[in-house]
Structures are given as structure tokens and as C-alpha cells.
């Protein structure tokens, strides 16, 4: 039995230093379409979702100023894979069984993501390193 219901995968998260200039690379190499782009203040952050087609998407995450956790990871790590999302239908329930399970979390409570939706992140402790974030599904 598993604390978190496996959902599907929403995106892969890849931190980038300039929007236009990476999305370009992922263009002309994969066919990537351009989709929804926002500045998520509460981050830190501006991001770009790119549609890659019959796969997942990509969100391009690129820093607003020094002081988002993004410029210290590109500062720290370079450009590349920042984290996966993955969908679960309560996000409160998913943090409280993994709170339960004393699971290492960044977020104890979720908090608003691109496009209004509700987020969460383990610790990159919980999964050896990777960043895991928790996206409710819309209801």
C-alpha cells in the first residue's frame, strides 16, 4: 500500500535561465508547441508549458530576480531537470498522510501553482534527490 496514490504524470519541471531561448531549443528539437505562459510571484518565478506531442508537457521555469529558489538552484545546479509533478485528487489528504508518515516536505500545506491550481512539494530527501511536486487535480 502506498501513503500517495500513484496519478499520472502532469509535467516535467526544467529550470532555465531565459524562457524564449530555451523554449526555442525544445521547438526546433522535439516539436514542442508553446503553451501557457505566467509569472508566478508566490515563487519567484515566470514559466512556460510546452506541449510535446502524444507525451507529457514541460514547464520551463525561469527565476524573476536572484532571491527566487530557482536562481539558487541554476546558481547552484545549472540548467535541467528541476522537478515532476505528479496529480493527486486531495492534495490536503496526500500531505496529511505523508505528514503521517513523516514523509520530508517543503510544503505542509498547499499553496497556489501556475494556472490557479493547488501544489505541493516533498523534499528531495523523500526520493533520493528528486524534487517531487503534488498538483490537485481540478475538480
Known sequence: MSWLPPGPIDHVGIAVHELDTASATYVDLLGAVRGHREVVEGQGVEVLF????????????????????????????????HHICVLVDDIAAALAALQEHEV?????????????????????QALGGVLLELKERPR
Not at 65 to 81: I, M, Q, T, Y
Not at 108 to 124: D, E, K, M, S, V
Open 50 to 81: 510546452l506541449e510535446l506531442p502524444g507525451t507529457t508537457r514541460l514547464e520551463l521555469i525561469a527565476p524573476l530576480d536572484d532571491r527566487s529558489p530557482v536562481a539558487r538552484f541554476l546558481a547552484k545546479r545549472g540548467e535541467g531537470l
Open 104 to 124: 520530508p516536505l517543503v510544503d505542509a500545506t498547499a499553496r497556489p501553482g501556475a494556472g490557479g491550481t493547488r501544489i505541493a512539494f516533498l523534499h528531495p
